[in-house]
């Protein structure tokens, strides 16, 4: 599987954009960047994916370099409410009939006031 | 938010007791998904289905077994619990099998065996 390596931790201040960084230097041509996160005690929640194209959402925007082995996502406006792991996903390995999504230990993101 | 819920939000029970999870979706997504969550070892698969009677194991499905006899439910039993499977439970759901594999997870039951 392609390994995903991410920053232990980060904080950020409330208001300002937070960067979350991530390597994946092993990814193959067909592969999705997926990024999920977990607040506390919640279930993961997906927020964005790309292929090769910088991707933008209502949750945040996704930028991918051109030779695919590293990304970042972008929270614009980071709140309090953002306080959560934030997980970089690049493989999902392939089942016979479904697939399945390869967690890392993610990137403990902290957002202060 | 996708309609998935999870009962019972909360169990507490003994060694050597059957437990069954209860996973529902109003989505009419073709795929569930039962993943386990500890610390230390992230989000890890236990089983999951394809479709109503498909199911096949994840990469922790040793004491564990499911059910899907409608599109809507999921059901994960412990047949007879261990302490080694107290964990968070939580249950996802996808609309396809190929890329990109969007899933919506469900909040999570909370298993305590004792």
């Known amino acids: 599987d392609a390994k995903t390596t991410q920053p232990t931790s980060m904080d950020c201040a409330e208001g300002r954009a937070a960067n979350l960084p991530c390597n994946h230097s092993t990814i193959s041509g067909n592969e999705y960047v997926y990024w999920y996160r977990q607040i506390h005690s919640q279930g993961p929640q997906y927020i964005i994916h790309g292929l090769k194209n910088n991707e933008t959402n209502e949750m945040a925007s996704l930028i991918i370099t051109e030779d695919r082995k590293s990304s970042t996502l972008i929270l614009p406006h980071a709140t309090l409410r953002d306080t959560a792991v934030y997980y970089c996903?690049?493989?999902?390995?392939?089942?016979?009939?479904?697939?399945?999504?390869?967690f890392g230990a993610g990137t403990i993101l902290r957002v202060k006031s | 938010d996708a309609g998935i819920t999870q009962s019972p939000r909360h169990k507490v029970t003994e060694t050597g007791t059957p437990v069954t999870l209860r996973c529902h979706q109003t989505e009419n997504h073709r795929y569930m998904y039962w993943y386990r969550q500890d610390p230390g070892h992230g989000l890890r698969l236990i089983h999951y289905?394809?479709?109503?009677?498909?199911?096949d194991k994840g990469e922790v499905s040793d004491g564990y077994s499911v059910s899907r006899s409608k599109t809507e439910d999921f059901l994960l039993t412990l047949e007879s619990a261990t302490s080694s499977q107290t964990s968070v439970y939580f249950c996802?759901?996808?609309?396809?099998?190929?890329?990109?594999?969007?899933?919506?997870f469900g909040p999570g039951t909370r298993l305590t065996v004792t």
């Open positions: 996903i690049v493989r999902a390995r392939l089942m016979e009939y479904g697939n399945k999504l390869v």
């Open positions: 996802a759901i996808s609309e396809s099998g190929r890329p990109p594999y969007e899933q919506y």
């Open positions: 289905s394809y479709g109503v009677k498909d199911t």
